[in-house]
């Protein structure tokens, strides 16, 4: 399913929290919103999924429109076809997992071969096994599966995450992402994700939307946003920026030490990040970032030069 949001506004009391925001969402797709706290996210999240009313503009779902301020329509959050996995994954305490999982076809009153649906939500999430445990019997990230099996099963045409990952520790993180991204591509589903970790969106994203106070800052692919940011914002929200100047800047990957490099610095910091050692150098204007294989003392005098071709100008803000 295809998203689009025309010209979308929201104020809370005096304070406007997104600025006529236009965006697509193509089918099939995983669109991560990605922005740092209070920009927006939760809020355009909630507004797809119709637990919001923006106060202008259109969404639509493959075209047919699911709001519209100019029309009067607004279609209720149940008609629309979405699943919501949250943050504190929201699982009834109360329930068995199996019943959590069930929970979502019983209340639609749509039973039939409820047993091995369930089932084989819980296959797909490799929770087989434990689906007479109760959730707080569960790890955090077999939660997560939980929450994930319970928004499939009623097959939603999309799936909303907001920051469903940021409760688990950093290892199993990185497993959920995989995890996740398999799975809504196997089932080819249309899903927007909220985060604040760049890392997170870099690595299960089709299409990054790099929000700022309520904007859209960049919108692109992670490998376009990374290596052609459109602004100093992305520039420095995605990844380290090296600065030549206020609108000019390399990625740290384009720089090397080179002793007859132009450009001179002192080395400020030294980090083993395992296989190399990021520097933190001080070429006077600014303090640039790189890595290298060998290791240098804080206060040691070094070159630089970077490749020209991989300059990014930013068009103005
Ligand atoms: N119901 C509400 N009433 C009043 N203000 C609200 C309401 N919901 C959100 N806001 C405000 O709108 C702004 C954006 O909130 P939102 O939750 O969308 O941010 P976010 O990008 O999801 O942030 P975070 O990363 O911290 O979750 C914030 O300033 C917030 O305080
Ligand atoms: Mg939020």
């Not at 290596?227 to 090296?242: C, L, N, R, S, W």
């Not at 910091?269 to 150098?281: A, D, N």
Request: charged share 25%; net charge negative; with cysteine.
């Amino acid at each position: 399913m295809k998203i689009s949001l025309h010209n979308i506004s929201k104020s809370f009391g005096k304070k406007q929290v997104i600025e006529e925001l236009s965006l697509e969402m193509e089918d099939g797709k995983f669109t991560t919103l990605l922005g740092s706290s209070g920009c927006g996210k939760t809020t355009l999240l909630r507004m797809i999924a119709g637990l919001e009313t923006p106060d202008s503009g259109e969404i639509l779902f493959d075209d047919t429109p699911v709001f519209s301020k100019e029309k009067g329509i607004n279609v209720p959050p149940e008609k629309r076809n979405l699943s919501f996995v949250f943050q504190d994954f929201a699982l009834w305490p109360h329930m068995t997992v199996f019943e959590n999982v069930a929970f979502g076809l019983r209340a639609r009153k749509d039973k039939d071969n409820l047993k091995e649906r369930v089932q084989e939500a819980l296959d797909a999430v490799k929770l087989g096994d434990l689906k007479d445990r109760y959730p707080h019997e569960l790890s955090g990230g077999q939660q997560q599966r939980v929450s994930f099996a319970r928004a499939i099963i009623v097959k939603p045409k999309c799936i909303l995450f907001d920051e469903p990952l940021s409760a688990l520790d950093a290892q199993l993180r990185e497993t959920m992402r995989l995890e996740i991204k398999q799975m809504t591509t196997k089932l080819n589903m249309t899903s927007v994700f909220v985060t604040h970790d760049q890392s997170e969106a870099m690595s299960m994203s089709d299409l990054i939307v790099v929000m700022n106070g309520g904007r859209i800052e960049q919108c692109g692919t992670p490998q376009e946003i990374y290596e052609h940011p459109a602004t100093k914002f992305v520039a420095q929200f995605i990844g380290k920026a090296d600065f030549l100047s206020e609108d000019a800047m390399v990625r740290p990957e384009a720089v090397t030490l080179s002793e007859d490099g132009e450009l001179e610095g002192t080395v400020t910091s030294s980090q083993y990040i395992g296989g190399k050692y990021i520097l933190g150098v001080d070429v006077g204007s600014s303090n640039w970032t790189l890595s290298s294989g060998r290791d240098y003392p804080v206060g040691e005098s070094v070159r630089l030069t970077y490749d020209r071709e991989k300059t990014v100008r930013f068009a103005g803000e």
